[in-house]
């Protein structure tokens, strides 16, 4: 059975909310027979009178890569990777870290609206689970429609918060909005993400779910990337055989992998 043995969606101590070294992951992809890594640290883009991510940030991001580039040389790939978050509501901080530096691969994600993060949001009862949905949509539509990226990571991702409040939530349920963002995503030739976190939290299933995975097929979605979201060594590469499973159920047959923001596919038939 062949392997996904890339790893496209993981942080090190770089990101405020990760404690593991760089080191200590690359070391731990190899023992486990993965032979490719993106890092792709948190840049965070705030609205109206939030401080920016400094550029410095991501100076200290590409030093480190370049240690373990030099460390690991002929036993790893490192590719340079970001994760930006909800880049539309600050376009020109956007453009200007994507023109200073080398990235790889680019995830478009949505951590936060109107700046809060959406493991700070009450998920109260049921009206506001569906207003926290609603907004996450509206969200998700304007970066796919707009953004600069080239994966979007973790469309389901507020079944994770909602989960953390035993509340069940399919973004499949919500097709006639969904559908058009899937759709917009397949058109401008990006990738879709399956995001294995969510088996191992609260979810128990991966972001997204196959429902999805097949609608993005039906609409034209060609690329699928792989990432674990580690924050813990442990946790890269984790359940990539389910990952892999699941894209061949969507119809999908290979994954695809960035070098200078180019797909490359690469097989996971038999």
Not at 107 to 113: E, P
Not at 121 to 132: P, R, S
Not at 223 to 240: E, I, M, N
């Amino acid at each position: 059975m062949k392997k996904i043995t890339a790893d496209y969606h993981l942080h090190s101590d770089v990101s405020p909310d990760c404690n593991t070294p760089m080191e200590e992951s690359c070391e731990a992809a190899i023992q486990k027979g993965l032979t490719e890594l993106t890092f792709t640290e948190h840049m965070e883009l705030f609205s109206a009178h939030f401080k920016r991510y400094p550029i410095s940030y991501m100076q200290q991001y590409f030093d480190h890569l370049a240690r373990c580039r030099e460390k690991f040389d002929g036993k790893l790939v490192l590719r340079a990777g970001v994760e930006m978050g909800q880049g539309q509501v600050d376009r020109e901080w956007e453009k200007t870290i994507i023109d200073l530096f080398p990235f790889d691969f680019i995830i478009g994600s949505v951590h936060k609206m109107d700046n809060v993060d959406m493991g700070k949001m009450a998920f109260a009862d049921a009206a506001e689970t569906e207003h926290i949905i609603q907004q996450n949509l509206d969200y998700l539509w304007e970066l796919v429609d707009t953004c600069d990226f080239d994966s979007l990571g973790h469309v389901d991702l507020v079944k994770r918060y909602a989960a953390n409040h035993g509340i069940k939530v399919n973004l499949a349920d919500y097709a006639d909005r969904l559908t058009p963002i899937l759709q917009r995503l397949a058109e401008r030739g990006k990738a879709l993400e399956i995001n294995t976190s969510g088996i191992r939290q609260s979810p128990k299933e991966a972001l997204p779910s196959v429902q999805i995975l097949k609608l993005f097929k039906a609409v034209g979605g060609r690329y699928l990337t792989v990432g674990s979201d580690a924050h813990l060594s442990k946790d890269v590469g984790a359940d990539f055989d389910i990952a892999r499973e699941m894209a061949l159920e969507a119809g999908f047959h290979h994954i695809a992998l960035y070098e200078q923001r180019k797909p490359i596919l690469v097989s996971i038939d038999e």
